[in-house]
């Protein structure tokens, strides 16, 4: 068996371990921007290659044939590489172009949800024009102001947390409009965000173990949004301040929007749903869905899956997902991304970071992302570098393992040292708690 994986961050580095571990032993390889340390340990070859060229991905898919292939970043998903495979016979563990609208269209995630009348949209409307702007803005009190596209998980702007005044977030608006044409401004929810993952065949939605991710940059979750500076996941599949009702209430708009997707695409949906949700004092609200695996979800789901990855992805093309038990080692884990000085607003790049993978401690991963292996050696890219992953019977371990993990890598770089610490989480339940009226 050849399986193909797209794309060269520390996702597509945990998927081809993930691959990696399989009994069933497939030869991967990758095609991809950047020449990644890990994934060259674990494949047989590597194309370097635009991810969203589809002509050189399907040259080198022609002369390799894989069986199948897994498409990691958003990027190429969205501009159709699921489909420009299927025109050359390899299925993707990824959905078309039509359906990755859910995540390449905020505006068309919004509509979906409310033509079908799904609970979980919060006050929101699009604009085309600068026509009725300040109104809205003005009855939803604090706004936050959201880019139509992908941007590399930037495109999100938040009152009170990345501008002050409506003037300000107004004036972002008028940005974002004048550079697709259209913008979206929702009203700002106060609460905790969770991420929930789910295996999709087109008629399973298999959920994966609950992770909160920590988007802002500082400690304290202070300065502007990331890409994500790390994230956590509990032995119970659960987070110290979700409850039950919280998880059922998400389940229910995915499997929902899954349908309402399908019924409007007259295509079914294959590969990974990940929705962002928040809880609020007036239940759970989806904030956005991606169309793929998250990155860091990713680091913390795959490390623990228990059932075999290539099995899985085998039944999501087939459409028999129901027909595979899918199960996790009950562990937690902690994420924390180590990247370059000034990310993300002035991160520097081209510049020596180095990894002396002896200081890992026993427990603990790292994971390649935003570097290049060159002969002098590894060249920081200019976003998020290198992740490192403990894995314990709690959390309180599994944090100790990933802070010791950071120490493996020297160089002009920084992490957050309070991601998954029990102080930051103490805050959030008693967050969610004061939110309840508990």
């Not at 979980?120 to 085309?128: E, I, L, R, W, Y």
């Not at 993978?357 to 390649?368: E, T």
Request: glycine share 10%.
């Amino acid at each position: 068996m050849k399986i193909l994986v797209v794309g060269s961050g520390a996702r597509e580095h945990a998927i081809c371990e993930a691959l990696a571990r399989s009994t069933k032993k497939p030869e991967i390889i990758n095609f991809a921007n950047a020449r990644n340390p890990g994934i060259a340990k674990l494949v047989s070859k590597i194309e370097r290659g635009d991810v969203t060229n589809f002509d050189q991905l399907k040259a080198f898919a022609n002369a390799e044939k894989p069986d199948f292939a897994i498409i990691g970043p958003d990027d190429p998903i969205a501009l159709g590489a699921a489909d420009a495979l299927l025109d050359i016979g390899i299925k993707s563990v990824a959905p078309l172009r039509s359906l990755a609208r859910l995540e390449s269209s905020k505006v068309y995630a919004r509509n979906l949800l409310n033509k079908y009348e799904i609970v979980g949209n919060p006050k929101h409307k699009a604009f085309f024009d600068e026509v009725g702007m300040q109104e809205f803005a003005k009855e939803c009190g604090e706004f936050v102001v959201k880019f139509d596209g992908l941007m590399g998980g930037k495109g999100v702007q938040v009152q009170g947390d990345h501008f002050a005044t409506q003037a300000e977030g107004l004036e972002l608006a008028k940005q974002y409009l004048q550079k697709s044409g259209k913008v979206l401004i929702e009203e700002k929810l106060v609460g905790q965000e969770f991420s929930l993952l789910f295996f999709v065949d087109g008629e399973s939605v298999v959920p994966m173990p609950l992770v909160q991710d920590n988007k802002r940059a500082f400690v304290g979750d202070k300065g502007p949004n990331t890409g994500g500076m790390g994230s956590i996941s509990d032995a119970d599949h659960l987070l110290p301040f979700v409850d039950k009702k919280d998880i059922t209430a998400a389940k229910e708009i995915a499997v929902k929007t899954i349908g309402a997707l399908q019924a409007e695409c007259n295509e079914k949906y294959k590969g990974i749903l990940f929705g962002g949700f928040m809880i609020t004092k007036d239940g759970v609200r989806l904030i956005e869905f991606n169309t793929r695996f998250g990155d860091p979800e990713a680091l913390n789901l795959l490390p623990i899956l228990a059932t075999d990855f290539v099995e899985i992805c085998q039944a999501i093309i087939a459409g028999k997902l129901g027909e595979v038990n899918i199960e996790f080692l009950e562990q937690a884990t902690v994420c924390k991304y180590i990247v370059p000085n000034g990310y993300p607003t002035e991160a520097i790049k081209d510049v020596p970071v180095e990894v002396d993978s002896n200081k890992l401690p026993d427990g603990a991963r790292l994971y390649y992302a935003s570097v290049d292996a060159t002969e002098t050696g590894l060249i920081l890219k200019g976003s998020r570098a290198i992740a490192v992953v403990g894995t314990a019977d709690t959390l309180p371990e599994a944090q100790y393992l990933a802070e010791e993990a950071t120490k493996a890598v020297t160089g002009p770089v920084f992490h957050r040292e309070d991601i998954g610490t029990t102080r930051l989480i103490a805050e959030r339940v008693a967050m969610i708690r004061l939110l309840r009226g508990a």
